[in-house]
């Protein structure tokens, strides 16, 4: 589907108008990912984050864009990886879809995803791309095309997981 796509690079430079952020349940910013776009973002992303609460894993949770190019972030938590006996995949699928939710809630037209749960959480890469580009693909607004993907891969392996992947 060419509404599907992967690239290298740094999600922080994306201009879309969704980014995704692999958080932690705190929602109070962190390392990798998540700590990029905290810093790419600026305070303001922290301080309406602080309002949200946390976030529960699986679950997903909107916040505006700030100095980012991307017009909003939907910050997720992803699944840390004990063995795949403890409802991981099932917590990661739903990341994406729950992702994908609020993107269309609010009528956006593009969203980039990160390698959720591929870093520190240790969710192995080609198992986490399976589980992102099926959800992607079997999601309406993408076979539509109301809705355009970019799977944002920040080292050479995680973007051939996914160009094998795409079809
Ligand atoms: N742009 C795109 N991808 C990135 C970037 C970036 N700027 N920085 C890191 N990544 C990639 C990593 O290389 C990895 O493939 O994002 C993927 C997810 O890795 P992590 O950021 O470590 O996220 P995750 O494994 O989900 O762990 C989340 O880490 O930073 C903390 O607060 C976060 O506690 C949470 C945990």
Redesign the pocket.
């Known amino acids: 589907m060419q509404n599907v796509t992967a690239l290298r690079?740094?999600?922080?430079q994306i201009r879309c108008d969704v980014i995704v952020n692999?958080?932690?349940t705190t929602l109070l910013?962190?390392?990798?990912?998540?700590?990029?776009?905290h810093g790419a973002a600026g305070p303001g992303l922290l301080e309406e984050c602080r309002r949200l609460g946390g976030c529960n894993t699986g679950d997903a949770k909107l916040t505006a864009g700030y100095d980012l190019p991307a017009k909003y972030v939907v910050h997720t938590v992803?699944p840390v990886w004990h063995g795949g006996e403890h409802n991981e995949e099932t917590l990661l699928r739903q990341c994406y879809s729950r992702a994908l939710d609020l993107a269309e809630e609010i009528g956006a037209r593009s969203i980039a995803f990160?390698?959720?749960?591929?870093?520190?959480?240790?969710?192995p890469?080609d198992l986490a791309a399976d589980i992102a580009v099926a959800t992607i693909y079997n999601r309406k607004a993408i076979i539509d095309g109301e809705l355009d993907a970019i799977l944002?891969?920040?080292?050479q392996k995680?973007l051939d997981l996914y160009q094998e992947r795409l079809t």
């Open positions: 690079g740094d999600i922080t692999a958080a932690n910013g962190g390392g990798g990912v998540d700590g990029a776009i992803g990160p390698a959720i749960s591929t870093g520190v959480y240790m969710f890469a944002v891969a920040f080292d995680t």
